[in-house]
């Protein structure tokens, strides 16, 4: 997923899943669908600073209807509340139709700096795109 930001609180990424990522026939895996709504929520983070680390504490997620695959979806992240070292986010993933498939309250926590080193922004790939 290659997400935009709207420089403010939000990131979108337009996204299929393919085949190989389905729990039943032709419907995406739940966890498969965690997974896409974490990292929305955990890109919203990096809107205004790029090198700022977090890591999800809890996550709660409702599954309002089956995520297709083959079929373009809209990620979008949200933020909710920064505390500084602790953020509430939302994501969540939208059908062709506009409707929620799956939902997410995310509870992100700072990472100390002294646990993540010298590391290479760009080679992480951690990145919200102009």
């Known amino acids: 997923m290659r997400f935009t930001d709207d420089g403010i609180d939000e990131v979108r990424a337009v996204y299929t899943v393919g085949e190989k990522y389905q729990g039943y026939p032709g419907i995406v895996h739940g966890g498969v669908v965690a997974a896409m709504l974490d990292e929305a929520a955990g890109r919203v983070v990096l809107i205004n600073d790029p ?4 890591m999800t504490a809890k ?3 409702r599954y309002r209807q089956p995520v297709p695959t083959e079929t ?7 933020m909710v509340k ?7 986010a939302h994501g969540e993933i939208q059908l062709p139709d506009g409707s929620v498939a ?3 309250t995310v509870m992100l926590v700072d990472i100390p ?3 993540v080193g010298d590391v290479d922004h760009e080679e992480l790939g951690w990145k919200v795109y102009d």
């Open 51 to 54: 090198e700022r680390f977090f």
């Open 72 to 78: 373009e979806l809209l990620i979008v992240g949200r």
């Open 113 to 115: 700096p002294k646990y």
């Open 59 to 61: 996550m709660e997620i």
């Open 82 to 88: 920064d505390r500084r070292r602790l953020i509430e």
């Open 102 to 104: 799956a939902e997410a």
